[in-house]
């Protein structure tokens, strides 16, 4: 193998010492060695047969160990059976790919590593030629686009499903209005019944979003009762609300009227707020750092059965719930739901 070695080495680097190679020789060593990708010398059989600085640097070998080490062994270990099949296409006189990865300086570095065989007159793999080139930056700029994407199919959804849900209020508050302007013996008080109860809605969401001077983490200290108050506006008479005031996170207070409004939404729809009789009750106390919110219908349609399958609503709430270290919990009992919303109050 050791003549072997010597003969792969010249197909590429001068395998001799710096001071025995002559003038073009060095030229040529230090050509690679200006380059930032890293370049590799491999036997047919895995062997690192010789590599410029910058393979060095990446695989941690020292620039005079001689090598003649295995070069598989140099990769981690979450690459190195990509770089086996890569190494055995390559000894099949095909070219072959794959990505890479290690740590420089304690930074994670992503390589597209290009093996192409080097063949004789008689169609024999002599030595693999393996140029390892730096995509760090572009791997994480397709990971940042991939996470934009998803957002905004995220957001495009989210669009959809609120906007089916304003039909769904507007339809609701209209029958609203209808059932106390008939029950008033009113009738042509209906439209202004409406008008108030959309009013109410407007305020309730300038109440949660109009501060925007409010840093997201920032903590401010409010009454929750009456953040409760304002995303329930359009339900006054219908719901109930016990507990103290509390200070939590901006973003918090967002989930928390996103939580409420979803709720109310799917009251409306099958739940409590559905039939005239209905009624919610909405409660929140502190426990250690963790604030839990519980939500308790009664009267509404009796319940058989939980759903069988979760609405993009619920799976919205449960990542806002993620998002800020919180948990959701629905108990879906024959008087009516029960839901519970725990999450830190101290901070977003």
Not at 255 to 261: D, I, R, S
Request: charged share 20%; net charge negative; aromatic share 6%.
């Amino acid at each position: 193998m050791e003549v072997a070695a010597g003969h792969y080495k010249n197909l590429i680097f001068s395998g001799a010492t710096a001071d025995q190679q002559a003038p073009g020789s060095r030229f040529k060593r230090d050509m690679l060695d200006v380059t930032l990708d890293c370049i590799k010398v491999l036997s047919p059989e895995g062997v690192l047969i010789n590599m410029n600085r910058a393979g060095c640097q990446a695989l941690g070998v020292p620039e005079d160990s001689g090598f003649g080490m295995e070069w598989l062994p140099l990769l981690p270990d979450s690459v190195r059976a990509a770089g086996d099949v890569a190494l055995r296409e390559a000894a099949q006189g095909r070219v072959s790919r794959f990505t890479g990865y290690s740590l420089m300086d304690g930074a994670p570095r992503h390589w597209d590593n290009l093996l192409t065989p080097l063949i004789d007159e008689d169609g024999q793999v002599q030595s693999i030629l393996c140029v390892s080139r730096d995509v760090t930056a572009q791997i994480a700029l397709d990971r940042q686009l991939a996470a934009a994407i998803q957002r905004e199919r995220l957001l495009a959804q989210e669009m959809r499903h609120r906007i089916k849900n304003v039909f769904a209020i507007v339809s609701g508050l209209i029958t609203m209005a209808e059932k106390e302007a008939a029950a008033a013996e009113a009738p042509g008080s209906a439209i202004p019944l409406l008008r108030d109860k959309l009013r109410a809605l407007s305020r309730a969401s300038d109440a949660i979003f109009a501060s925007s001077e409010i840093a997201e983490d920032e903590m401010v200290s409010g009454d929750f009762g009456a953040l409760i108050k304002a995303v329930m506006a359009p339900y006054e008479g219908r719901y109930a609300a016990e507990g103290g005031t509390q200070a939590i996170g901006q973003k918090n207070m967002t989930t928390v009227a996103l939580f409420l409004h979803e709720l109310a939404t799917n009251s409306l729809k099958h739940g409590a707020l559905s039939t005239a009789g209905g009624h919610v009750a909405i409660a929140w106390h502190a426990s250690g750092d963790r604030l839990a919110l519980s939500w308790t219908e009664r009267g509404g349609p009796a319940i058989a059965a939980a759903p069988t399958s979760e609405g993009f609503g619920s799976a919205m709430l449960e990542r806002l719930a993620r998002s800020v270290g919180g948990t959701i919990a629905r108990d879906w009992r024959p008087a009516g739901l029960v839901a519970r919303l725990t999450f830190p109050f101290a901070g977003g």
